[in-house]
Structure formats: structure tokens, C-alpha cells
């Protein structure tokens, strides 16, 4: 992804309406591309200031570098997350499937 591409996508990464793998490469580039992270700070400022004006809160003193890089690393551990998820399913079928085994076998002899 070139610089030009991944400032088109700025708007659509915080709205999180990129596709998967859009948002994968949206990151990979902004983490290794200073220019275009600064673009995103901005961006990623204004939107929260924005957002907090619409709900009429009070202005809190946000740390708007900390909340994206935190932004950025859920983005990130979303397809690990995901795998975790898949293998404790996998286990929890698994599990029962044993039982299900020894109750037939508990029942046939
Ligand atoms: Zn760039």
C-alpha cells in the first residue's frame, strides 16, 4: 500500500468500515510510515474531539497518541483473538464428543 492509498483510507479505518484485509495492510503501513501516522493522529484527534462535542460530555483530558496506538494494537490482536476463540470452541466440541462416547459406551456395556 503507497502513501497516497493509505491516506484515502484514513476516514474509513476510524469509522472501521475497511475490509479485513484492507484494515492488515491500513496498519501495517501506518506503523512503518511516520508520515502517514502523523496524518492519522490528526485525523483520529479531531474525530474524538468531534464525537465528545456531539455527546455533550465533558471535555476530558484524553491522551489522543496513547488511545491510537492502543486503537491500533486491538486492531491488530483482533485475528489472534479470533484463532483463541476458534481453538477454545474446538476443544469445548471435542470435550464433548468424549462424553457423549462414554455415556454410549457406559449405556451399551
Ligand atoms: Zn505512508
Known amino acids: 500500500m503507497d502513501c497516497m492509498k493509505c491516506q484515502s483510507l484514513i476516514e474509513s479505518f476510524l469509522k472501521q468500515s475497511l475490509t479485513p484485509a484492507e484494515n492488515d495492510e491500513f496498519i501495517r503501513h501506518v506503523k512503518g510510515c511516520p ?3 502523523g496524518e492519522l493522529e490528526v485525523y483520529h484527534m479531531v474525530n474524538t ?3 465528545q462535542l456531539d455527546s ?4 476530558e483530558d484524553i491522551d489522543y497518541k496513547d488511545s491510537l496506538a492502543r486503537m ?3 486492531a491488530g490482536t483482533h485475528k489472534r483473538r479470533i484463532r483463541v476463540a ?7 466440541i471435542v470435550t464433548i464428543l468424549i462424553i ?3 455415556l454410549i459406551r457406559g449405556i451399551v456395556f
Open 86 to 92: 476458534k481453538y477454545i470452541f474446538m476443544t469445548a
Open 100 to 102: 457423549i462416547y462414554f
Open 35 to 37: 508520515e502517514c501516522y
Open 56 to 59: 455533550g460530555e465533558e471535555e
Open 72 to 74: 491500533l494494537n486491538r
Open 49 to 51: 474531539v468531534v464525537s
